[in-house]
């Protein structure tokens, strides 16, 4: 009876510490860091502005003195970035700012620029915005517009 007793003690404890460890190893809830504001991501462009869901932002060339025009059906395809964003590590805070868009809501900015998402991007890292009719550009880390000028706009485009 002791040796069964000691056996079935042994064989529990055997059980127990590798249920633990494979436990350990099978249950890992770490998370990947999600960032909490606008970022900068390599892309094929160089790097990039991106929102906090990793999606490229980009300007309208035809946004004057830091006013959006790009509004109804625009912005349903280029929709504003919120001011509320934050600006995530590692970006100058200083050259982004907000505008008041004509309904009221906030817009961030980057150098005076309205910044916008494009909806066609569908992962993180897409730059398919990039010179749309020569007015659509995404911006590198330091508020720069990549590419500006390789295409020239159509007159009477207006934003889609």
Do not use: H
């Not at 809830?29 to 892309?43: E, L, Q, Y």
């Not at 906030?106 to 309205?114: A, I, M, R, S």
Request: include cysteine; charge should be negative.
């Amino acid at each position: 009876m002791k040796f069964r007793a000691a056996l079935l003690l042994g064989t529990l404890l055997l059980v127990s510490a590798c249920g633990e460890t494979g436990s350990t190893a099978t249950t890992s809830t770490s998370t990947p860091s999600t960032p909490t504001g606008v970022t900068a991501r390599d892309t094929s462009l160089g790097t990039v502005l991106v929102d906090p869901d990793g999606m490229t932002m980009y300007v309208f060339t035809l946004d004057t003195d830091g006013e959006s025009v790009c509004y109804e059906s625009c912005a349903e395809l280029w929709p504003p970035v919120p001011g509320s964003v934050p600006i995530g590590p590692g970006l100058d805070p200083s050259m982004f700012g907000v505008t008041t868009r004509t309904d009221g809501t906030t817009q961030l900015t980057v150098k005076g620029q309205p910044l916008y998402r494009w909806t066609s991007d569908t992962v993180p890292g897409d730059v398919t915005g990039q010179n749309v009719e020569g007015v659509w550009f995404v911006v590198d880390s330091s508020g720069r517009i990549i590419g500006q000028g390789a295409v020239p706009a159509d007159p009477g485009y207006d934003g889609y």
